[in-house]
């Protein structure tokens, strides 16, 4: 298990650094464009009045708030200010991700990102590998605990969001989720559209197969339940993490489904104490 | 070292708390999410609506024009927003918008709405962000977009675009 300050200073720059690049290939002007009388605010958005929707959506309004959040993601990403910066980063996160969610529904592909950054905001992730501690030289005495603590409460966070989603449709029936009709029908659907991300047409295939495919899906549901392994045994972790891999490419070729934040955070459970002893 | 413990804690139970009353009551109430992806199984019994974005343009050609090109920061919503606002959803929130609460009253109730009330704003959005990528004199420019419903009834593995309707703005 990490339990250094440089750890957990990677740690860092792997959750901010995500969410930089997503803002930054993100057309913020667009969804300016968009009707807000389309939007329906999602929990704590609806705290929100509409005279301050009604000036954020508009191309400006939108250009601003991805301006602000590029800097303050930057700022956090390369740790300066980092007390200050992951704090203001994880608050415009989760406000822009509470807006998207507004317009459409309330996905989870980053919502294990920004428990992530509620972590990192609270936790010493400055004190290492970042531009703070180049600029102040001296070191912070913290005992192993203050670094290994926060990285062991994302990875169970992770195994949470798979071992929750296992016993969900658990809950909801097993029997019809492994019907031989679940995962074809679920596929093509998502695959009929021009208003998914992807237009990917595999999903067409999957009716011939169908009779192997409750064997398939119960692997998926076996794999989830199990996910929690991966963060106390080393030698399971690299077996559930490639499963992971495989499983997320799939639904993006098979469902045109991708969660590329969550799989980007993978890199949470690299041991990087060993990187930095090897140098 | 026992402050640090105490934070850690309430930071624990802070994060896991509302997540275990989510995953609980199967409740998705933003920020706290249950993970809840895929919980309904697909039933091939059931029949499913689905919609395809289309240009035409000032040359005569219709274009398919995948959305995530004119909206990519709504990655992977798209597909519900268009859901949501075919099913006039921000017209059924207990706080609608003062323009869609005026709409309500001047149609006489939601019963009274026509589907997608909103969605020639929507379309009209889409047609102008597609237009203003291209010259002012291209042939490539659209005079018109529309969103074409369709449905595929189910049942069995055929069939999938049985057309429905037709929103069209022209721009």
């Not at chain 2, 219709?62 to 798209?78: E, G, K, V």
Request: net charge positive; with cysteine; charged share 15%.
């Amino acid at each position: 298990m990490p339990s250094s300050a440089f750890a957990l200073g990677v740690a860092r720059v792997v959750v901010h650094s995500t969410f930089l690049v997503s803002v930054l290939i993100a057309s913020f002007s667009a969804v300016g464009h968009l009707p807000v009388t389309i939007l329906r605010p999602a929990g704590v958005m609806k705290l929100l009045p509409w005279s301050f929707y009604d000036r954020l959506v508009t191309p400006s309004g939108m250009t601003i708030l991805k301006v602000v959040m590029v800097v303050s993601l930057l700022l956090s990403t390369t740790g300066l200010f980092t007390v200050v910066s992951t704090k203001s980063s994880f608050l415009l996160v989760l406000f822009y991700q509470g807006l998207l969610r507004s317009f459409g529904h309330f996905n989870h592909d980053e919502m294990l990102g920004v428990y992530c950054l509620v972590v990192l905001a609270f936790t010493p992730c400055g004190d290492e590998f970042s531009l703070d501690q180049w600029w102040n030289k001296k070191r912070v005495a913290r005992p192993a605990f203050a670094y290994a603590y926060p990285i062991l409460l994302m990875q169970l966070l992770m195994a949470w969001v798979y071992f929750s989603s296992c016993l969900i449709k658990l809950r909801a029936g097993w029997h019809g989720y492994l019907s031989p009709d679940n995962l074809p029908s679920l596929a093509i659907y998502h695959s009929l559209d021009n208003l998914h991300d992807t237009a990917f047409r595999l999903a067409f295939w999957l009716p011939q197969f169908k009779a192997y495919l409750p064997v398939l899906v119960a692997l998926v549901l076996l794999w989830e339940f199990f996910f929690p392994l991966a963060v106390f045994f080393t030698r399971l972790r690299w077996w559930i993490l490639g499963g992971g891999v495989v499983f997320h490419l799939s639904t993006l070729f098979f469902m045109n489904i991708f969660f590329p934040h969550q799989l980007a955070l993978y890199l949470l459970f690299v041991n990087w104490d060993r990187f930095r002893k090897s140098d | 070292m026992n402050w640090l413990k105490i934070k850690y804690a309430v930071l624990t139970v802070a994060i896991f708390l509302p997540l275990i009353w989510a995953f609980v009551y199967v409740r998705n109430a933003y920020p706290v999410a249950a993970w809840n992806v895929m919980m309904a199984p697909g039933l091939l019994e059931h029949g499913r609506t689905y919609w395809v974005l289309r240009g035409e343009t000032v040359s005569g050609a219709t274009l398919d024009i995948p959305a995530i090109s004119l909206t990519n920061a709504l990655y992977a919503r798209t597909w519900t927003m268009v859901n949501a606002t075919v099913d006039n959803q921000a017209f059924k929130i207990t706080n609608p918008h003062p323009a869609n609460a005026e709409l309500l009253r001047q149609a006489g109730g939601l019963e009274q709405l026509p589907l997608g009330a909103r969605l020639p704003d929507l379309l009209r959005a889409w047609g102008n962000l597609y237009n203003e990528r291209l010259a002012p004199t291209s042939p490539q420019r659209l005079k018109a977009i529309r969103l074409d419903m369709y449905r595929w009834e189910g049942g069995s593995y055929a069939g999938y675009d049985n057309f429905i309707q037709t929103w069209r703005q022209e721009l």
